[in-house]
């Protein structure tokens, strides 16, 4: 079965960090362009940074530019996003993807054929 299992999420105050995982089973990562999306309450699931399967190249949304990291290990199937200098905006449901995109990274989650199950992201003061 091919799955991907994110972790990683909590409650931060504004201003602070935190590092979400994204790790497959049943199929290798490090082959798939990877993505992560989120979704706060009432809004559409926006695209906030990708990663090609080469990690050659990546994505940020205008509005986490700066301030998040995506990156892989390849050693163990995994992507992580690195959050710095959270704000209350950034709070959301996060969800990581991944596909065989020829093209590369793309911000649609129609592009998408495997998801995670999502991990919470709350800033708050």
């Known amino acids: 079965q091919l799955q991907l299992v994110e972790s990683g999420g909590g409650l931060v105050q504004p201003g602070g960090s935190l590092r979400l995982s994204c790790v497959s089973s049943?199929?290798?990562?490090?082959?798939?362009?990877t993505s992560w999306f989120r979704q706060a309450p009432g809004k559409g699931r926006e695209g906030v940074s990708c990663?090609?399967?080469?990690?050659?190249?990546?994505y940020y949304a205008d509005s986490v530019k700066g301030r998040f990291t995506i990156s892989r290990d390849n050693a163990v199937n995994a992507v992580y996003l690195q959050m710095s200098s959270l704000k209350p905006e950034d709070t959301a449901v996060y969800y990581c993807?991944?596909?065989?995109?020829?093209?590369?990274?793309?911000?649609?989650?129609?592009?998408?054929?495997?998801w995670g199950q999502g991990t919470q992201v709350t800033v708050s003061s």
């Open positions: 993807a991944a596909d065989r995109l020829v093209a590369g990274c793309t911000s649609s989650s129609r592009d998408y054929a495997y």
């Open positions: 049943g199929f290798t990562l490090n082959y798939y362009v």
């Open positions: 990663i090609s399967s080469n990690t050659s190249s990546t």
